[in-house]
C-alpha cells in the first residue's frame, strides 16, 4: 500500500530508530526478561508515546496512521516493546484525552505524552476477562471521593505506570451498567501491585496483578461520568484494537524479514518455499489495508468499532500464522534462538487474546454485520 509521501518519511524514520535501538537489544530483552526504561526513555525523546495527540498537551500532534505506522515498525523489531508502546498510547493515555475534563488533561496529559509516566489501564480481573460486567472491584461513595477494593490482572505496564485507568462498580446488581472509571495514581494509599505473570511471549513487557486495599480516590479523579465507565472502556478497547492489529502486523513482517535473511544465506527456490513466502506476503497485505483503513476511519473521527475487531481479529490470526509458517520454512533452526523467528511466535500469540479475544471479536463483527442496513 502506497501512503503520502509523509506517512513514509514518518515510516522510514521509525524503522531507522527500530534498527538502531532495538535491533540489537530485542535479544536480550527477551533473555532476560527486563523492562528496558533506557528504550522507553528514547522512545520519549522522539515523541512516540504521543503520536496521535496534539501540540496543545505535549503530544507529537500526528494521527492513528502515524501511530499504527509506529507500532508496526517497532513491533517488526521487538514485540515487547511495541506493546508497551501500544498499552501506554491507547490505553493508558485515550481515556483522559478522551474522557477526562480540562483540568484532569492539564494535570496528566503533558507528563502522560512526554514519557514522564508511563500509563496503564486496568479492567481485567481473576474472575472477568472477556465479560467485563462480571468485574468485582468495588467503588464506594465517600464525601470527598470514592474508597477502590478490589484485584485486576494482566494489567500491561502497570508497575512501571504513574496513573491506571482503574474500572470499578458503583453496584454489582446493575452489571455493565454500574461500572465507572477512575485515574488511580500509583502512590495513592492501598494501591498496591501484586503478582508478576510469567508469560510465553513478550516477556520485556510488564503485566501485573493490581491489588486494592481501602484504596481511596478523590472525587476528582473520577474519569468521565459515574456509570459510564463501561462505555469509556468500550471505546478505548475499540481504538486500541487498530493499535494491537499494527502490533501483531509488525510481528509477521518481522518474520518475513526473518525468512528472507535465511534465504538470502541459505538460497532455496522450491514450489514449497515460493508458496509459503507469496502466501504470508499477501496475508501480510490484507492485514496491513485493514489496519491503515481503521486508523483512517479514525482519524476521520468516525466510530468504526467493527474495521477495529477486524482488523485486530485478521492481523493477530496472520502473526501466529505467518509466525508458523516461517518456522516451517526455517527448519530446526526456526526453533533455536539463532533466528529470532521463535520469539515472534510466542510473541505472537498475545494479539489473538489482549484487547479482545479472537471469540469476541467475532462476536463483535457479526452484531455489527447484522445492524447494519
Ligand atoms: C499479555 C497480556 C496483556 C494484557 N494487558 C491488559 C491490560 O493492560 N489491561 C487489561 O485490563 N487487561 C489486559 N489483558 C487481559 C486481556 O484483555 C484478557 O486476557 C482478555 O480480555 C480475555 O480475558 P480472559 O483471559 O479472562 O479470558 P476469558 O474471558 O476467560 O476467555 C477464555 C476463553 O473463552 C472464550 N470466551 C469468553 N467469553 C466468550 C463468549 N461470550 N463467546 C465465545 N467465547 C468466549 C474466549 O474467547 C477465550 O477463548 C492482558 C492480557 C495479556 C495476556
Redesign the pocket.
Known sequence: MILAKKYEKFRQEVKEFAQKELKEKAKEIDRTGEFPLDIIEKLAKKGYLSIPYPKEYGGAGLDYLSYALAAEEISRVCASTGLTLC?HTS?GTYPIFRFGNEEQKKKYLPKLLTGKMLG?????EPNA???AGALETTAKKTEKGYILNGT?R???SAEYAGTTIIAATLDKNLGTKGITTFIVEKDFAGFSIGQHEH?LG?LG?N?VELVMEDCFVPKENLLGEEYQGFSIMMETLDGGRISIGAHALGIAQGALDVAKQFLKAKPNKSQQVSKIIADVATHIYAARLMVYDAAITKDLGIRADKECAMAKLYASELGTWACGEVIRLLGMVGLTNEYPAERFYRDAK?SE????????MR?IIGREVLKSE
Open positions: 498499552a490505553l496503564a489501564f486496568g479492567l481485567t476477562g472477556s465479560d485486576k494482566f494489567i500491561t508469560k513478550l513487557s503485566t498475545l487474546i489482549g484487547e479482545g479475544t479472537s471469540e469476541i462476536l
